[in-house]
């Protein structure tokens, strides 16, 4: 019988030194490579991934900051004719009659306007029907 022999040789890549991975690592930390290089494109291209992708992986708990409502609650828009459309909120209006709530929304206008008198306006409800603002359509004199 013949006996057959098995010899098992290792073909090992030659692996880098650690020494140079070492190396190699420390030069893209100190940022020692020249423009235009393969590892200066590698360094940019890393930097590039961390920008444009940490926000999906890491909270930086930053959030736009809440709309402060102006003091006075009242937003002036000036019209195309010359006059100006006021939003005024619900809250400074407390009455039910057309004559009374002219004159609170005219009491909450010439603070910010000065005299002026009211051309129209015209509630604005929520789905429910409630009253949120008024639009009030007023003339300098």
């Known amino acids: ?4 022999e098995i ?4 073909t090992d ?3 880098l030194p650690v020494n140079a991975v070492w190396r190699t690592i420390r030069s893209y930390i100190l940022w020692q490579h020249e423009r235009g290089t393969l590892h200066y494109d590698i360094m940019v ?3 590039l991934i961390f920008v444009f992708f940490s926000p999906y992986w890491i909270n930086y708990k930053d959030k736009p900051t809440a709309r402060i409502p102006h003091p006075t609650d009242i937003v002036v828009t000036p019209l195309a004719n010359g006059h100006l459309m006021y939003e005024i909120s619900r809250a400074a209006v407390s009455a039910q009659d057309d004559l009374t709530i002219r004159e609170q929304l005219l009491h909450a206008i010439e603070p ?3 005299n002026v008198s009211i051309v129209s306006y ?10 949120v603002t008024y639009k009030v359509v007023a003339e300098r004199h």
């Open 112 to 114: 910010v306007s000065g």
């Open 45 to 47: 291209t890393l930097i």
């Open 122 to 131: 015209q509630p604005v409800t929520d789905r429910s029907g409630n009253v």
């Open 13 to 15: 890549a030659p692996s």
């Open 7 to 10: 010899t098992t040789s290792s």
């Open 1 to 4: 019988m013949q006996r057959a």
